[in-house]
């Protein structure tokens, strides 16, 4: 058997093992925004054979297809945040699958015990200058509709960190090809879940 076709197969048997230890629970990424959650999220749920979803982009569909900007305009951003509790509730529910959180979800201390009760949550840590770099040129971020944008990124950074530190895995989303992201979030999953006999991981961590 070649080098490539055998390392395809200890994939496949990782992504298989994961799906089997998930059970109905699903894999819930958190984390600051431009961290690369849904396009992570997107190309990790194909690997494992689950299905994707965004809980920014359910809460649109739940508002008429409102944008989440708009929504913050409208009705503020304590409306959004318990109608992003709700989504989030909803989705867990219908799991197993892979799961996309908005930066403030897992702030709320309720979402973050339905999603350690019905999730394995991995934190995509981004620095304040991979975030920036992503996020400057897109005007749907309404947080960051400020004088000093970098100035706001660095405080939510601040206030947030402590929170998603709490998530089961970390691992750190900076501008390397993303498949290298999905396949050390394989790896970590399947160390968290499996036990598997790995002391190291490059560039994530389990709890």
Request: neutral net charge.
């Amino acid at each position: 058997m070649s080098e490539i076709a055998a390392n395809a197969d200890a994939s496949a048997c990782q992504e298989a093992g994961i799906v089997s230890a998930l059970g109905r629970r699903s894999v819930v990424l958190v984390g600051m925004m431009g961290a690369g959650k849904s396009t992570i999220g997107r190309r990790l749920a194909a690997r494992l054979r689950l299905p994707f979803q965004d809980a920014d982009s359910e809460i649109e569909l739940a508002h008429a297809g409102m944008t989440i900007p708009e929504i913050f305009t409208v009705h503020g951003e304590p409306y959004f945040r318990d109608g992003e509790a709700r989504v989030i509730a909803r989705l867990l529910d219908g799991g197993p699958g892979v799961l996309a959180t908005g930066g403030g979800a897992f702030m709320r201390e309720e979402t973050r015990g339905r999603i350690r009760d019905k999730a394995v949550s991995v934190w995509l840590k981004a620095d304040a200058d991979t975030i920036l770099k992503r996020v400057k040129r897109r005007a749907d971020r309404p947080l960051l509709q400020t004088a000093d944008p970098a100035a706001t990124i660095g405080r939510l950074i601040a206030e947030r960190h402590p929170v998603y530190e709490l998530a089961d895995i970390v691992l750190a989303s900076r501008d390397v090809l993303h498949e290298k992201i999905v396949d050390e979030c394989i790896a970590a999953l399947h160390a968290h879940l499996c036990r598997a006999n790995q002391t190291t991981e490059p560039a994530g961590a389990t709890r």
